[in-house]
């Protein structure tokens, strides 16, 4: 995947083959951030241009921006898999946290 990043927030980045332009869109938020350019140059200045355009707006509206991501995660599962995933990371001498971590850090960069 062709990512950007700027002020902690990522843009997922694609080629338009119709209309010979890159189009990114911003990831990991609920408002439609989006942006195009035809280099990769101008692609990259309409990326910051729109992130600082929706903190601009988020701090006109007196609304806090929403950040790409916590750092907290809460899961529902299963219990079965709860209990499995338990043993696994005891298993392997880690907390249930480092090794779920570990999990998905690695599924996210395949």
């Known amino acids: 995947?062709?990512?950007m990043t700027y002020k902690g927030y990522t843009a997922r980045i694609d080629f338009d083959g119709?209309?010979?332009?890159f189009v990114g869109r911003v990831l990991g938020v609920r408002?439609?951030?989006?942006?195009?350019g035809e280099t990769?140059?101008?692609?990259?200045?309409?990326?910051?241009?729109?992130?600082?355009?929706?903190?601009?707006?988020c701090a006109a509206q007196g609304i806090p921006p929403e950040k790409p991501a916590?750092?907290?995660?809460?899961?529902?599962?299963p219990p079965e898999v709860h209990g499995a995933v338990l043993v696994a990371a005891q298993a392997s001498g880690k907390s249930l946290n480092q090794w779920a971590a570990e999990v998905l850090k690695n599924a996210a960069n395949r």
Do not use: K
Request: aromatic share 8%.
């Open 70 to 77: 916590s750092g907290n995660l809460m899961l529902r599962v």
């Open 40 to 57: 990769v140059a101008e692609l990259r200045t309409q990326f910051i241009a729109a992130v600082d355009d929706y903190l601009e707006d």
């Open 18 to 21: 119709r209309d010979s332009i």
């Open 31 to 36: 408002p439609i951030i989006s942006f195009h």
């Open 1 to 3: 995947m062709n990512t």
